[in-house]
């Protein structure tokens, strides 16, 4: 099993819809997740941290299910803008290098 | 602030040949990553250093080597480029071990003929 997994779609949706990922991780003592937004051909950015008990901004919202072990997040009233690729991060005990970071989930809003 | 800078952006080499990525960051973090990114996989880490004067290798260490130079610079080297190397790699900055949130440089395409 994969460290961190996530369905890379893509995901085609009209705007206006609301969309939702979900990331699976595999190792319990992972201590921080995190949720990267990739451009095409750009660097990730971090789009939020997420908290045991699940943390909204604005159209976002993410949560962290630790029993079951995965992540998700989910947005609302998609933009064009939205459109790109979303990236689970999970960070193991000690420092970032026990980050693992997931393969992506393309995200595409059509107008 | 430009926060982090890699050089060069694009990059062709021939197999054998060595080069020198360079990253540099203006934030004052201590911790500095180099990860490659390939399709399909998530961002591999090759070499970290978590303070300035200690490096350490990552996932995927093999065929790079890196220097950090002082607290802004650390810079990745390919001493005999091989195909298998055809990426993209991303340096990253931290400021401390904890849940504080990675920053990148914008990347470096490279490709190995």
């Known amino acids: 099993r994969k460290e961190v997994e996530q369905d890379p779609g893509p995901f085609n949706v009209p705007e206006g819809a609301t969309v939702a990922f979900n990331c699976t991780y595999s190792?319990?003592?992972?201590?921080?997740f995190f949720w990267y937004r990739q451009d095409c051909r750009k660097e990730p950015k971090l789009l939020m941290s997420v908290y045991s008990s699940g943390n909204e901004d604005g159209r976002f919202t993410a949560q962290l299910n630790r029993a079951s072990q995965y992540i998700s997040l989910l947005i609302r009233d998609s933009k064009l803008s939205d459109s790109a690729t979303y990236l689970c991060?999970?960070?193991?005990?000690?420092?970032?290098?026990?980050?693992?970071f997931g393969i992506g989930t393309k995200l595409q809003v059509i107008p | 602030n430009a926060g982090v800078t890699q050089t060069p952006k694009f990059q062709v080499l021939k197999t054998g040949q060595s080069m020198t990525l360079q990253c540099a960051q203006d934030m004052n973090h201590n911790s500095m990553y180099w990860y490659r990114q390939d399709p399909g996989m998530g961002l591999r880490l090759i070499y970290y250093?978590?303070?300035?004067?200690?490096?350490d290798k990552g996932e995927v260490p093999n065929g790079y080597n890196v220097s950090r130079l002082n607290k802004r610079e650390f810079s990745l080297r390919l001493e005999s480029a091989a195909p298998s190397q055809t990426s993209v790699y991303f340096c990253?900055?931290?400021?401390?071990?904890?849940?504080?949130?990675?920053?990148f440089g914008p990347g470096t395409r490279l490709t190995v003929l």
């Open positions: 190792n319990s003592a992972s201590q921080s």
């Open positions: 250093s978590a303070s300035e004067g200690t490096t």
């Open positions: 991060v999970v960070k193991g005990p000690g420092g970032y290098q026990k980050v693992t």
């Open positions: 990253a900055s931290v400021d401390r071990d904890y849940y504080n949130e990675q920053f």
